[in-house]
């Protein structure tokens, strides 16, 4: 199947200021490296990969104007780095290592060449990060921004979620409920607030990051583990289930793990930031 191909199909919208065909070319610029594993990138009918070391670890994503993001929360270039990051958070749930991604984007008719070029920066800058290679995907039409994300990683010892024994203790890796506060400065309109605790917590919606490393390095010492992506309550009750086990979070410790700035912009809201921590999330549900 081709990738950064023009999209098909009746009623397609032409931009007046890019074509697709120049939008491929443009992304292709913008991606065009290689890394260990990729034998091919942008540029054929599909992408080739090396023999992989490991069992491949696949997963995809989306991202979707109004349902996960509007388009004055973030810039074109946030937005393609925001993507990449948030897909490859699963890899690191998996205690694996990025190798490859494609991209599939659906554009509105306004999308012109220095939002294009943006985008694609920032998915560049993110592949950097992550240690992988954009190798390609899909351009069509629509009336509004869309990206899915597929990753490719390889992992010696993947970790699952069905790994969890009594006795066991909860780990969390980051500052949870940090991004959900975030995300809820910009449905009320307040992104522009420049109190360092609002930023923070912007910052952590618009630029997430996901912990290769630290999930590699829980790789056969973890017996089981989850993105937290979907609220951290929702996750850990997928974890007891494929784990055939009850799941017990003390909030009183969750409580004093909570970021300052956490509380502080809760405060603001006149929420709870134990809230925020436990039900926190926006990503859509896989299957």
């Known amino acids: 199947m081709p990738r950064l191909r023009k999209g098909k199909g009746k009623g397609k919208t032409k931009t007046k200021t890019i074509s697709e065909f120049d939008a491929i070319e443009l992304l292709a610029r913008e991606l065009a490296a290689r890394g260990p594993g990729v034998d091919l990138g942008i540029g054929d009918d599909a992408a080739l990969l090396g023999r ?26 946030e937005l393609g780095a925001r993507a990449l990051q948030s897909a490859a958070s699963d890899l690191a749930a ?8 494609l991209s599939a984007l659906v554009l509105p008719a306004d ?5 294009l070029k943006a985008l694609g920066k920032g998915q560049a800058r993110a592949a950097k990060l992550l240690g992988c290679v954009v190798v390609g995907g899909n351009i069509a039409r629509g009336r509004e921004w869309s990206i899915t994300t597929t990753v490719i990683g390889r992992a010696d010892a993947p970790i699952r979620r069905r ?12 500052e949870v409920g940090m991004a959900a506060a975030g995300l809820r400065l910009l449905q009320l309109g307040r992104a522009r607030t420049q109190k360092p605790a609002f930023k923070r917590c912007l910052a952590a919606w618009r630029a997430p990051h996901a912990r290769l490393r630290e999930g590699r390095l829980l790789a056969g010492r973890a017996s089981a583990a989850i993105d937290i992506s979907d609220g951290l309550a929702a996750d850990a009750g997928h974890v007891a289930r494929a784990s055939n086990c009850r799941l017990v979070i003390d909030e009183a410790a969750l409580e004093r793990a909570l970021a300052p700035e956490l509380n502080e912009v809760a405060r603001f ?19």
Do not use: C, N
Not at 111 to 115: K, T
Not at 271 to 284: D, N, P, Y
């Open 111 to 115: 999308v012109g060449s220095r939002e």
């Open 94 to 101: 998996m205690g694996a290592a990025a190798v490859a991604a």
């Open 269 to 287: 809201l006149q929420l709870s930031a134990l809230e925020f921590a436990l039900s926190g999330g926006g990503r859509t549900t896989r299957f």
């Open 52 to 77: 992989i070391q490991g069992k491949l670890v696949l997963s995809v994503d989306s991202a979707v104007e109004h349902t996960h993001f509007e388009r004055g929360w973030l810039s074109p270039e």
């Open 163 to 174: 790994g969890a024994q009594p006795g066991d203790e909860l780990w969390l890796i980051g």
